[in-house]
């Protein structure tokens, strides 16, 4: 009993020694994000540089935690945005902020979205409020880069990713039909997908309960999942014939 004890102790290591490591040299080396993935808000402008905000406040109203401040002014002689009026004034409090995205849904001119950096610290407390200038995406269209901030290759990539419900009022009918004006530095944004059909390979929307399903009651995984009929699959899915004929 003692022998089996002592060696069986190693049966989860021995069982992980073929198998690939996950790990990854953080910070040197970092995982992919998600395209969805939320993270430092970026205020867009139109292809002809003009900001696409008009200073509704509408997402300050909608913040659940009211880190967002917002004042509006008429356009000047010289017109900000194309609209009667501007964000005169805009800031976010990240000291508050929850990255629920909330503000981007409300946004009516997708003016505010998400960047993919979420690796930022201040060491002062003033700088956790970020104003329009530092909000505001450059003339290429990128996220401007504060010292404090650790961007890496593909975080300014796709910048709001996720910008709002794919359809209007949920209707599927508007599903893969482009509805993103253009921007500065990006142009117009590729259509989502939406819950059903085959994944978007820019927005990465994919169905739920596929992505998910070893996180559902039993009783909701797909029929196609469970038991050995679902190992069946995932073992088919994985084989070297499978991939060859869905990359075809």
Known sequence: MGAMSFFGGFRLTLAHIGRPTVTTSYPATKRPKQPRQHGRHVLNRYEDGMEKCIGCELCAGVCPVGCIYVRGADNPENPVSPGERYG?????????????????????????????LFEFSFTNRADAIYTKAELVVDDAGEPRHLPWEDWREGDSAMTGGWMRATSPSGDADYE?????????????????SGQSGEPNAATGSKQIRDAFYRHL?????????RGLAGLMNALKAKSPRAKRKGAA
Request: some cysteine; hydrophobic content about 35%; overall charge negative.
């Open 88 to 116: 005169y004034v805009y800031e976010i409090n990240y000291l508050r902020c929850i990255h629920c995205d909330l503000c981007v849904e409300a946004c009516p001119t997708q003016a505010i979205t998400e960047s993919k």
């Open 176 to 192: 893969g039909v482009v509805q993103w004006s253009g921007e500065l530095g990006v142009g117009v944004r590729e259509a989502e």
């Open 217 to 225: 009651q039993p009783e909701d995984v797909p029929a196609d999942k």
